[in-house]
């Protein structure tokens, strides 16, 4: 089976294909020919945000491709600061608009706080996300969109959108990757039937610098961001690396290799990567 047709099953039995493009910091105007080089290469599902601002071009990119609208799988994320019930339905149309699609795939709540609390509050804005979440589950029952979810909830944000609707996530998508595995949220999520999406994955490529990582990659003949992106396979996840060019689509999804249970354990017991100027972004640390 080749690495794109691989697919997990949603808890609503929606299909997901295990490998997708990220477009994050791709600009509007270059996402359409990313997309298009990735959809008419295999990739299956492309997974960008309002936040990202490219939306607009992943819909022209699906246009663009030889591919049909039912073979690919497309989701976006409600802005972080949406907190509310009509602004979140508002913004679910306004993305159908921008992309000229009837329908998406999945739409998840992009973050439990909105940025600018991030590392800064304890406020997990509980209600708020319920409200949010309730304008996802009334568009799932629309048809606008076929599965919902979420992304960086910790087990108190799962936990409140599970005991306090009828729609458990689909998904919960985190960063995940070698030095920063979060193993109990990813085994809670499991254990619940919500499937795990890890974005970066290679740590917005902070971890091709990292000598340890080097050094086992070249033990299996394999660059280290294909380390990377074969070790979140192995944590049973849907892996989300981010690439525009058509020759680094195609490295991120040479996975046919498997990392040996002694090697992995190597890796998660790294515990931390040095994310260099990345360290700006609240998911690595940082602060708006």
């Known amino acids: 089976m080749a690495i794109f047709d691989e697919t997990y099953t949603l808890n609503n039995r929606v299909k ?27 990739y299956r599902h492309i997974d960008t945000a309002q936040a990202y ?6 819909g022209e990119g699906l246009r663009l491709a030889n591919v049909s609208r039912d073979q690919v799988f ?18 679910i149309d306004e993305t ?7 329908y998406l795939d999945m739409m998840i709540i992009h973050n439990p706080q909105p940025w600018k609390e991030v590392n800064q509050s304890d406020d997990r804005h509980f209600n708020g996300n319920l409200e949010t979440w309730r304008a996802l589950e009334d568009a799932l ?19 409140n959108i599970i005991k306090n609707s009828s729609t458990k996530p689909a998904v919960n998508q985190i960063l995940c990757h070698i030095g920063a595995t979060p193993s109990e949220l990813i085994q809670y999520s499991q254990d619940q039937n919500i499937i795990i999406e890890a974005f970066s994955p290679i740590a917005h490529g902070e ?5 340890e990582i080097q050094q086992m990659a070249a033990k299996y003949q394999v ?29 991120n999804a040479q996975l046919d290799f ?5 090697d992995m354990a190597t890796l998660k017991s790294i515990k931390s990567i040095d994310y260099g100027k990345s360290s700006s972004f609240p998911v690595f640390g940082g602060k708006q």
Not at 77 to 91: F, L
Not at 141 to 159: C, E, H, N, P, T
């Open 258 to 262: 498997e990392i040996s249970e002694t």
């Open 141 to 159: 029952k629309a048809g606008k969109l076929r599965a919902i979810g979420v992304s960086s909830f910790q087990k108190v944000d799962l936990d």
């Open 16 to 42: 997901i294909p295990r490998l997708a493009l990220g477009v994050w910091e791709i600009p509007d105007d270059q996402t359409p020919q990313a997309v298009k080089e990735a959809l008419n290469m295999g």
């Open 207 to 211: 971890i091709l610098r990292n000598q």
């Open 53 to 58: 601002h490219n939306e607009r071009g992943v």
């Open 223 to 251: 660059s280290p961001a294909q380390l990377a992106i074969r070790y979140d396979w192995q944590l049973n996840t849907v892996v989300l690396p981010k690439a525009i060019s058509p020759q680094h689509m195609q490295a």
């Open 96 to 102: 159908l608009m921008k992309m000229k699609l009837d």
């Open 74 to 91: 497309i989701n976006s994320k409600i802005e972080a600061e949406i907190k509310d019930y009509q602004k979140a339905k508002n913004s």
